[in-house]
């Protein structure tokens, strides 16, 4: 079992449509994170949350919402995404967020149509 | 803010000959830096990392980065290849802002190692 585990790996929807990715952390890791990683650009930090509580809001658009209900677990609802929006989006935790040392999941690709 | 630059988008290497990737950063705080790895349809993992101490890191594959405080580099090295080392490598750098480490990563240099 792998120490961040992202689901789904593949996603594919149409503007209109509500969707939400999940990750979960066996580590016991108090932060975490979403980054979007898109191709020839380097790593976006979207979101942080410390301890439950988000710390950091990297200009995301809204329709981007993030829901951190423990430190085990981390959730990005997409509602009317754009195809710019299409990117591999990763989930990542650490021990807490001093230590700058960061473990990924292996991602989930999402497809904007 | 801080900033890190891999100038090579793309290494061609033949099998058990050298690398270096290269990495410069932009900082006017004190860091930490970074190697991480990634291979195809997987996220990232850490490779190495400089966080305080000797100047050269190594990791348990062979590959070693050395921390240049003067040249803002930290470029990675491995003195023979594999074909399994055929991967995505990012340089990271991190610094202390807003309460929390914030991780800056570069574009990336793609490692192609030629049988």
């Known amino acids: 079992e792998t120490g961040v585990t992202q689901t789904p790996r593949h996603l594919v929807m149409g503007m209109t449509n509500k969707k939400s990715l999940k990750c979960e952390q066996h580590l016991g890791h108090n932060a975490m994170y979403w980054y979007k990683q898109s191709a020839k650009k380097p790593l976006e930090l979207m979101f942080v949350y410390n301890f439950k509580e988000q710390t950091e809001n990297n200009s995301v658009p809204s329709r981007f919402s993030p829901e951190c209900p423990n430190s085990s677990h981390l959730f990005l609802h997409l509602h009317t995404l754009q195809p710019e929006d299409s990117a591999l989006y990763l989930c990542?935790?650490?021990?807490?967020?001093?230590?700058?040392?960061?473990?990924f999941g292996e991602g989930s690709r999402l497809t904007v149509l | 803010a801080q900033s890190v630059t891999q100038l090579d988008s793309q290494v061609p290497v033949f099998e058990e000959a050298p690398v270096e990737l290269r990495c410069n950063y932009s900082s006017s705080v004190s860091v930490y830096l970074f190697w991480y790895v990634q291979y195809p349809n997987q996220g990232l993992q850490l490779l190495l990392k400089?966080?305080?101490?000797?100047?050269l890191v190594e990791s348990i594959n062979g590959f070693e980065a050395e921390f240049n405080k003067s040249q803002t580099s930290f470029h990675l090295r491995k003195p023979s290849v594999h074909i399994s080392d055929t991967a995505e490598y990012f340089c990271a750098v991190s610094v202390l802002s807003g309460g929390y480490q914030k991780v800056t990563f570069g574009t990336g240099t793609k490692l192609q190692v030629i049988p």
């Open positions: 400089y966080l305080s101490g000797s100047t």
């Open positions: 990542a935790s650490s021990q807490d967020v001093l230590t700058g040392e960061l473990f």
